[in-house]
């Protein structure tokens, strides 16, 4: 059980488009969503929490407009980055938690290399 | 501010041998530590979560070690192979519902 999906595991974009990327629970309510980021060599920080028919919250260094996050169903979560650009390439990846699933831990999508060329 | 930290930054060990992997975290107020496995260019594996209230988890050939009070955790692998050549990720909750803070990693190669 606690399954995340993640879609599309890679993508490559021209710079100056903008690219979406899915974060679905599959077998359980995600009332919270957190997105990731990890830069070559680096760890993972984090870019931002969602919940479920809210705003989400952005880390600090984390521009608002340009990393669009939508969670609008308890199953469902977008990163849409915007106005792509090279710096913009990395791993993001999603995780997702429920209130009422007490020790599944924290489920990780298995995350998606953007490429912006 | 939560930091993690884990020694050391990369390993490199003959198959067959047993190693222990080290993560520390300043404030020892967490909710729970995930041990995760990282294979290049691809996405976490989660292998195995300790509860605050506990001190350790098997699994299979791992074996993981918490001691919250001084902000350490171990994570024991036996036995290496090849195929546990990977980055290998600590991270610990703080709250629970909220997010993870990971440390920088362990880089691991057993070498056939």
């Known amino acids: 059980g606690a399954v995340v999906s993640q879609h599309p595991s890679w993508v490559i974009c021209k710079s100056g488009t903008s690219v979406k990327i899915e974060c679905r629970s599959l077998d359980f309510q995600a009332t919270t969503m957190f997105w990731y980021r990890q830069f070559p060599k680096q760890s993972l920080m984090l870019m931002a929490t969602s919940n479920e028919g809210s705003k989400a919250t952005y880390e600090q260094g984390v521009e608002k407009d340009k990393f669009l996050i939508n969670h609008a169903s308890l199953t469902l979560s977008t990163l849409t980055v915007t106005s792509a650009h090279p710096e913009d390439s990395s791993f993001y990846i999603c995780s997702a938690s429920s209130n009422s699933v007490i020790g599944y831990g924290y489920t990780f999508g298995s995350g998606t290399r953007l490429t912006v060329v | 501010k939560q930091e993690v930290t884990q020694i050391p930054a990369a390993l490199s060990v003959p198959e067959g041998e047993n190693l222990v992997l080290n993560c520390s975290f300043t404030d020892s107020a967490i909710y729970n530590l995930q041990w995760f496995r990282q294979d290049p260019g691809k996405g976490l594996t989660s292998l195995l979560l300790?509860?605050?209230?506990?001190r350790e988890q098997t699994s299979g050939r791992l074996n993981a070690s918490l001691d919250k009070s001084s902000g350490r955790s171990t994570l024991y692998i036996a036995a290496s192979q090849p195929g546990d050549s990977a980055t290998y990720l600590c991270a610990v909750n703080d709250n629970y519902g909220q997010n993870f803070v990971f440390g920088p990693g362990t880089r691991l190669s057993v070498l056939p």
């Open positions: 300790i509860q605050s209230s506990q």
